[in-house]
């Protein structure tokens, strides 16, 4: 690619040691949460208010029918995740997620001077992208309010709010364990499955792949435990819209999060989905290093005899290209063998049979 101008020089002369550093970080940071929440909230936008008033369904009320809307906010959301992770991800590492940020400070040696700024950075870019998504769609939302007899302004109006923000299923009956526990299970898992995506001891996918990957993730977690509490599992993805809804005339459904409807009640409901992606997203990537982590590292220690930590991006290829000492661990499957056991070449080698 041709050398790009940066704009007003901002990558010449003195510039360029700070939007190298943690300034360029956060704003890497703050254009990849932006994408996600512009991209995720408006794909509900396009369930709730867009396609209902656009007069391309049925009818201009009607915003489920059957699981086709679900599928289209699950997918919708994963496409958010992998443009926003493939949009900062070269700069930041592309967490756009405070759990993240807050996983990988505990066990992946992430600064922990960062994780305030990278948290900040993370719900600016979600109240901006929340923000364009009202204003796209606010003539919309608007009409669903008015046909619907849901004002904002009347603390009623749950699904042009739902656009925004999450709240936790009926069947809850406004208690806090189960939406809670929800939400740690669900962060949980990604973060579990995010740090074996990325992970080079483990089948790691190739980077340019990973956010593609990371966004089925969020896929799969929508369509196992979505319904339960709208799968938040992000603190700037839910704070800082419902930031914005507050704004906007939502009200009491927004902050504290509250609403007492027949069949649906819950109370004070806006720390649940800040606490518990924080909470889970701890306990997923420690259980990953405590049930795989650890096993890969044991298997690299011991194939290089050394001491001290193993970085996670060193493969037992590596250890084969630059020790010779293939073989020494048996039963050890490298990265670029088959599950059967049947070995497989590596680019340019040349791999004798077993």
């Given amino acids: 690619m ?22 360029g970080e956060l704003l890497s940071e703050f254009l990849g949460t932006f994408v996600l929440i512009a991209l995720g909230d408006g794909c509900v936008a396009v369930v709730v208010a867009g396609l209902p008033g656009s007069g391309r369904t049925a009818a201009l009320t009607n915003i489920w029918v059957g699981g086709g809307n679900w599928l289209i906010i699950t997918w919708g959301w994963a496409m958010a995740v992998a443009f926003g992770v493939w949009v900062a991800g070269g700069v930041s590492g592309a967490h756009i997620n405070p759990a993240v940020t807050l996983a990988f400070a505990v066990r992946r040696k992430f600064p922990w001077a960062k994780v305030l700024p990278y948290w900040f950075a993370q719900l600016a870019g979600a109240m901006a992208g929340a923000s364009i998504v009202l204003m796209l769609y606010n003539s919309a939302i608007n009409q669903f309010n008015l046909l619907n007899h ?7 109006a749950l699904a042009t709010y739902s656009i925004f923000a999450t709240f936790p299923a009926g069947y809850f009956h406004g208690s806090i364990p189960g939406p809670f526990l929800d939400q740690v299970v669900g962060t949980a898992f990604l973060l579990m499955l995010i740090v074996a995506v990325i992970d080079a001891r483990n089948t790691a996918v190739g980077s340019n792949m990973a956010p593609l990957i990371i966004g089925f993730v969020v896929a799969a977690i929508g369509m196992s435990f979505g319904p339960n509490a709208g799968y938040a599992i992000n603190p700037a993805r839910d704070f800082g819209p419902r930031l914005i809804a507050w704004a906007a005339g939502w009200g009491h459904v927004a902050l504290p999060g509250s609403l007492n409807i027949p069949g649906l009640t819950f109370s ?70 088959s599950e059967t056991g049947a070995r497989q070449a590596p680019p340019g080698r040349r791999v004798p049979p077993n």
């Fill in 268 to 337: 004070n409901y806006w720390w649940i989905p800040i606490v518990g992606p924080l909470a889970g997203a701890v306990i997923g990537v420690v259980l990953y290093d405590m049930f795989i982590g650890d096993v890969l590292h044991a298997r690299l220690r011991k194939a290089e005899e050394v001491e001290g930590p193993i970085p996670e991006t060193r493969t037992m290829a590596d250890v084969e290209q630059t020790e010779q000492v293939e073989g020494k661990v048996p039963g050890t499957r490298a990265p670029h063998e």
């Fill in 150 to 156: 849901t004002p904002r302004s009347g603390g009623s």
């Fill in 2 to 23: 041709a050398d790009i101008t940066p704009l007003a020089f901002r990558g010449e002369g003195r510039t360029v040691g700070r939007i190298a550093g943690l300034p």
